[in-house]
Nanobody
């Protein structure tokens, strides 16, 4: 069974940057992406990328976050710049191992933006 392991979260001041990584233990043929959940809020999608490189971003992160993917290493990245207090959340990696199956999820990594 394929598993996802996230890394790169932490504490950063507003305006700073962080880079999240998510490595899959096996091949991922479908879309990979990131979602986040802030305290007291529902989980929301942040960005996703297809195996062919087609990308979608949530409006709240456009122009600040960049998603990328290394298919050879089954890894997806999220470069987060110009971080805001409202970006504070647990960030979850997700991936469709095959297009026809529901996505699998990582355990989450905490991102905290301070003033």
């Amino acid at each position: 069974q394929v598993q996802l392991v996230e890394s790169g979260g932490g504490l950063v001041q507003a305006g700073g940057s962080l880079r999240l990584s998510c490595a899959a233990s096996g091949s991922i043929f479908g879309t990979m992406g990131w979602a986040r959940q802030a305290p007291g809020k529902e989980r929301e999608p942040v960005a996703n990328i297809t195996r062919g490189g087609r990308i979608n971003y949530a409006d709240s992160v456009k122009g600040r976050f960049t998603i990328s993917r290394d298919n050879a290493k089954n890894t997806v990245f999220l470069q987060m710049n110009s971080l805001k207090l409202e970006d504070t959340a647990v960030y979850y990696c997700n991936a469709r191992v095959v297009i026809t199956k529901p996505p699998i999820w990582g355990q989450g990594t905490q991102v905290t933006v301070s003033s």
